[in-house]
């Protein structure tokens, strides 16, 4: 089951953030770094719709895997345990991602890597390449720890469906899983080209998507249950 991978899909991640930090810490002196304009209001509140995008849109999940938790639980230490769950993963990396992107404008070789910010895999790859064939693993594990992201998403495919007709309910949930790898493997081989516009434009549609969903989940949490 997917909720029982997610219970330690998490472990490469941890071992595998320090590794890249501590190889790359070198690096991440600030006043090494090549200064940048400072961002606009625009430009910050932009980047935090994306990242608010890419999190809060995991409501749509919750009809799928809240039926797991003991409905007897505190309400306010579910939230906490939620809430700390995708704060500081996404605090921790995001954080990481912009400093090894800043530092890569004044070091030629993980600019070269980072191919303007389309190419994350090439820019960890060269952060990495100073522990030789470990951080080739560490690389491996950190490609394979998306998996943790992916997994779920992919099984919840199917209640997209599901809202449009009760038909599709009738339908195995394997198999909405097994259509959605076929549609998302062409695409993210192509899309892989150009990484980073590729991502602004998939993140932005997911913002304008999970607005319906995070609605009806405010609706029914204050609302009809009076939480």
Known sequence: MSFRFENYAWVPSVIAFPILLGLAGKHLNPSTMPSVPAPSPAMILSFASFLSAGAISWCTVIPDYGVYHDNMV?????????????VLPCLAWQMLGAALAA???????WQSGFDGGNNMGGL???VLSPAGGSGKSVLVIIALSTSCGYAPTMYTFGASFMSIHPFFARVPRYIFAIISEALLIPLAIVGARTFHNTLVDIIS?????FTAFGAIVLV????????
């Open 205 to 209: 549609v997911i913002g304008y998507w």
């Open 103 to 109: 530092a890569a404008l004044g070091i030629p070789s």
């Open 220 to 227: 029914e949490y204050l609302y009809f249950r009076k939480c």
């Open 74 to 86: 505190s309400s306010v230490k579910m939230f906490v345990y939620a809430y700390l769950g995708f």
């Open 124 to 126: 960890l790859d060269v």
